[in-house]
């Protein structure tokens, strides 16, 4: 993945080359993305769009990109606040007061479509009743098994303040797991 991420920055660079940068951008990152984002939203079709808002937006900023972290660590956080503005929107739009309650319908719809089972469900519904930073911090470590630092880096905290968040989260959810799981 290095070499590619290499390669990636190298055409993103160049003019002339860089809309195969962004292909290659595309191909390396996408499925990562898609579900981090999927994650956050839990829709797919809004998922879709701010994944392609997410690479509209590193097209259009790329000479913003600093190159002191990795390429996938500055998308994160872009697909990161796209997400969370996305969320911001749907509450606007949709007027609800209690947009989680929202999302577990879509949730338990989609899963009941999918034919999930009863754990899988559950899982999502105590990752989705968990607090904004908690729920992040949550996916990408447990999900994407970004280390701390990294986390860092797109969610700008410390360290110490994301394991604290994880520690509660990760408690949390085995909690409400195992209150609301009957064999």
């Known amino acids: 993945m290095k070499i590619k991420e290499e390669e990636i920055i190298r055409l993103m660079s160049g003019e002339k080359s860089r809309e195969k940068g962004v292909r290659l951008m595309m191909d390396a990152y996408q499925s990562r993305l898609y579900w981090h984002i999927r994650r956050i939203i839990v829709d ?11 690479f509209i937006k590193a097209y259009q900023n790329f000479h913003q990109f600093k190159q002191d972290s990795q390429l996938y660590t500055w998308l994160y956080r872009i ?5 969370l503005q996305q969320l911001n929107k749907m509450k606007k739009m ?4 209690e947009d989680a309650e929202y ?18 469900v559950l899982l999502q519904k105590a990752i989705h009743s968990l607090p904004e930073k908690q ?3 949550f996916n990408m470590r447990y999900y994407e098994d970004l280390p701390y630092e990294e986390i860092s880096k797109i969610l700008d905290m410390s360290v110490g303040t994301l394991k604290t968040n994880y ?6 959810v085995e909690d409400y797991i195992k209150s609301n799981y009957t064999e």
């Open 103 to 120: 999302l577990l319908q879509n949730l338990v719809a989609d899963n009941v479509s999918a034919e999930a089972d009863e754990i899988q």
């Open 94 to 97: 949709q007027k609800l007061d």
């Open 79 to 83: 697909a990161t606040n796209e997400s």
């Open 167 to 172: 520690h509660y989260a990760k408690q949390k």
């Open 44 to 54: 797919h079709d809004l998922s879709q769009d701010v994944l392609q808002e997410t």
């Open 135 to 137: 729920k992040l911090v």
